[in-house]
């Protein structure tokens, strides 16, 4: 059994205009919701064996702030370019790509294809998935490859604003 958590990566700094949208850090709020949702999933012993990451400024910031929650050395966060202006397929991809010794996956990227992989995975509807919102999806595929092929389950749909 593989268990997925798509993560939105937390609210963004818009401040400095000139950066270029890669670059764009996480806000003050940004960084409270990561730290708080960071803390419910460790406190509910959420932890992950593998974690990707867009190599988008705000969400490799993210994946940091869960990574040092979740006792997750941060040199073995796997940033994917294929999460950063994308599509639902190359997020598909990525995780058929994990670690089959993985069984619990952390995936950090963006709005909207994160909702769009979601609702391809579920039979639910999720209208949007907020920033720094998780959707846990449980599969009884033993493989990565092969994660989105069998029916996939909602065990989880949080966000800061719940909390």
């Given at each position: 059994?593989?268990?997925?958590?798509?993560?939105?990566?937390a609210k963004s700094d818009w401040a400095l205009i000139t950066l270029a949208d890669i670059d764009?850090?996480?806000?003050?709020?940004?960084?409270?919701?990561?730290?708080?949702?960071?803390?419910?999933?460790?406190?509910?012993?959420?932890?992950?064996?593998?974690?990707?990451?867009?190599?988008?400024?705000?969400?490799?910031?993210?994946?940091?702030?869960?990574?040092?929650?979740?006792?997750?050395?941060?040199?073995?966060?796997?940033?994917h370019p294929t999460l950063y202006h994308s599509n639902t397929e190359q997020y598909l991809n990525?995780?058929?790509?994990?670690?089959?010794?993985?069984?619990?996956?952390?995936?950090?990227?963006?709005?909207?294809?994160?909702?769009?992989?979601?609702?391809?995975?579920?039979?639910?509807?999720?209208?949007?998935?907020?920033?720094?919102?998780?959707?846990?999806?449980?599969?009884?595929?033993?493989?990565?490859?092969?994660?989105?092929?069998?029916?996939?389950?909602?065990?989880?749909?949080?966000?800061?604003?719940?909390?």
């Amino acid at each position: 059994m593989k268990t997925l958590y798509l993560i939105r990566h937390a609210k963004s700094d818009w401040a400095l205009i000139t950066l270029a949208d890669i670059d764009r850090p996480l806000n003050n709020r940004g960084y409270t919701d990561a730290h708080k949702m960071s803390a419910l999933m460790q406190s509910k012993n959420i932890l992950p064996d593998e974690i990707i990451t867009s190599p988008a400024v705000r969400a490799i910031s993210t994946a940091l702030i869960f990574a040092r929650s979740c006792n997750y050395y941060a040199e073995r966060i796997k940033i994917h370019p294929t999460l950063y202006h994308s599509n639902t397929e190359q997020y598909l991809n990525t995780i058929a790509l994990a670690d089959n010794k993985a069984n619990t996956l952390f995936l950090f990227a963006h709005n909207p294809v994160i909702t769009d992989c979601a609702n391809a995975l579920l039979k639910n509807t999720i209208d949007e998935i907020p920033t720094c919102g998780i959707v846990g999806i449980r599969s009884n595929s033993d493989r990565w490859e092969t994660f989105s092929e069998n029916e996939c389950e909602l065990i989880l749909f949080d966000f800061p604003k719940n909390h």
